[in-house]
Every structure is written in C-alpha cells, then in structure tokens.
C-alpha cells in the first residue's frame, strides 16, 4: 500500500521562488559575504547565550543543593540549642516578619515559644510560621492581639 501525498503545484512554485530567492539573497557576489557572517555571528550569539544560560542555571541548582545540605548538616550536628539562642533567633527573625517587632513579646521555655503583644492581623499567619520554622524552636504558642488598624508609634518616630 503506498499512501500518496497530494501536491498543489502553486504551492511548490511559491517555495521554489522563495528558496530561490533565499539563495540569490545570500549568494550574491556584492552583499552575501556580508549577510552571511551577520547570520553565522546572530547564530553564534545564541549559541552563546544559550551555553550561559545552561550554565548559570546549572550553578544556581548546585549552589541551592549545596545550601539545603549545609542547612540540614547544620542542624544535625549543632542539636538543640539554648533557649536564650532560640530567643535570640526569634527575636531577629521578628524584625523581618513583622513592621513593629518591638510590640511582640518573646519567652522560650524548653524550645517552645510563646509570642504576646499586639501585631497586624494580616501578619499573624506569617509570625507563627515564620517562627516554628526556625532552628530550635519545638513548638510555638500564639498569644498575640491584633491591632484593627495601624497606630502611630507613642516613642516620638514614625515606624
């Protein structure tokens, strides 16, 4: 059984004048040279570009490996830590989790920690988590307020 492909004679003459056409483009004696090495140095720039590209992506995955590994051979050897450390590690990711970490109280008791005072409730949410996904921190108790709306500080500064 032979299957047979139906052929439109316009259309093999329009590819034939196009392929035609290509090849008096780059083929003429005046101006191919010069359209010939843009196109061969176009196609070496992607190249290159695309060797870069494999490449930076190649670095930032092995340096995300080599991070996780470091973090978990962290974690394995240093145990647990004190709860004046865990206070410590709070109390500094608190100032990237909140807008006004001095409103939040910190206790530690055996690695749990029990945060009070008074947050944005649009904040909550990621306070806790925040602080449970940290070092040495076992357990998180929120006993947190929320504030409905923003008040100006009573020191004097604006936030």
């Known amino acids: 059984m032979t299957c ?6 316009l259309l093999n003459l329009a590819v034939a004048a ?4 290509a090849a008096m483009y780059f083929l003429d004696p005046a101006s191919g040279r ?11 720039a992607r190249r290159r570009e695309v060797a870069d590209y494999a ?10 490996a080599r991070g996780a590994i470091a973090g978990l051979r962290a974690d394995w050897l240093a145990g ?36 009070t005072g008074q947050i ?6 990621t306070v806790v988590d925040g602080v449970a996904a940290l070092h040495g921190v076992h357990g998180v108790e929120d006993a947190l307020g929320t504030r409905s709306e923003y008040t ?7 936030s």
């Open 4 to 9: 047979r492909i139906p052929s439109n004679p």
């Open 120 to 125: 944005e409730a649009s904040e909550r949410q």
């Open 80 to 115: 647990d830590a004190s709860d004046v450390q865990v206070a410590e590690r709070v109390r500094s990711a608190l100032g990237r989790l909140v807008a006004r970490p001095r409103d939040v109280d910190v206790r530690v008791e055996g690695g749990r920690v029990t945060l």
């Open 34 to 44: 010069r359209r010939r090495a843009r196109i061969r140095d176009t196609a070496a």
């Open 18 to 21: 196009a392929c035609g056409a």
């Open 152 to 158: 100006a500080p009573t020191d004097g500064h604006s």
């Open 55 to 64: 490449s930076t992506q190649a670095k930032r995955a092995a340096d995300q």
